[in-house]
């Protein structure tokens, strides 16, 4: 099975644009999770979108949201870029159904914002 | 307030020795734990995970423990390999899909 996908892999981008991040989950899967990792916060939830529905949303402003389409890609989406928005941005996949799930990672979108 | 807490940012072992990689954790909530073990600019690759209804789960190397009373958790890898040299986070869920991780250690299997 092909495992989850990011693209792009690397992005450099200017305060005040935005941009839009993809995932592909692993076949089947139909729960997507994002994630943010900085070297001052670590590895931070985002939100997670299961059924093109978001069902739990972390502490990030309104300039993050996502969407999930109906074949369970997912896109994410920053507004109105800050130079504190460099991260590594990490999507991961699982089921969707059960309650205890293992969540695979994606190989991350490195996002520079100058 | 840190809900996952990776007390020692790194850990050096010699090649065949083990390695014990701790974790607390302050949520009661937390159900479910999981292993990661990540290198740089690369996503998160999923090592093993336990379930709060059992205190021990095994695959291969690699054994994780879960003390529910102590609120802590531990990875073992028996034995260490230097391709085992990675940044190790643990990770707990509250069956949310929202998972809240330690700030990982730093492992170096010296050959």
């Known amino acids: 099975k092909a495992g989850v996908t990011q693209t792009p892999r690397y992005l450099i981008k200017t305060r005040g644009q935005q941009v839009t991040l993809s995932c592909s989950p692993i076949s089947g899967h139909r729960s997507v999770s994002w994630y943010q990792q900085t070297p001052g916060q670590g590895l931070q939830f985002l939100f997670e979108?299961?059924?093109?529905?978001?069902?739990n949303k972390g502490n990030f402003p309104g300039r993050f949201s996502g969407r999930q389409f109906s074949n369970s890609r997912s896109e994410m989406n920053v507004s109105t870029l800050e130079l504190g928005d460099s991260a590594l941005y990490l999507c991961?996949?699982?089921?969707?159904?059960?309650?205890?799930?293992?969540?695979?990672f994606g190989p991350g979108t490195r996002l520079l914002v100058l | 307030d840190q809900q996952v807490k990776q007390n020692s940012p790194s850990l050096s072992v010699q090649e065949g020795r083990i390695s014990i990689l701790n974790c607390d954790y302050t949520?009661?909530?937390?159900?479910?734990f999981l292993w990661y073990k990540k290198y740089p600019a690369e996503g998160p690759t999923f090592l093993i995970s336990?379930?709060?209804?059992?205190d021990k789960n095994e695959d291969g190397r690699f054994t994780v423990f879960l003390n529910k009373s102590a609120k802590h958790l531990s990875l073992h890898i028996v034995p260490s390999q230097p391709g085992d040299s990675a940044v190790y986070f643990c990770a707990a869920d509250t069956g949310r899909r929202a998972l809240t991780f330690g700030s990982g250690t730093r492992l170096q299997v010296q050959p």
């Open positions: 949520n009661s909530m937390f159900d479910y």
């Open positions: 336990i379930s709060s209804i059992k």
């Open positions: 991961a996949s699982s089921p969707g159904s059960g309650r205890s799930e293992t969540q695979y």
């Open positions: 979108y299961f059924s093109e529905t978001q069902r």
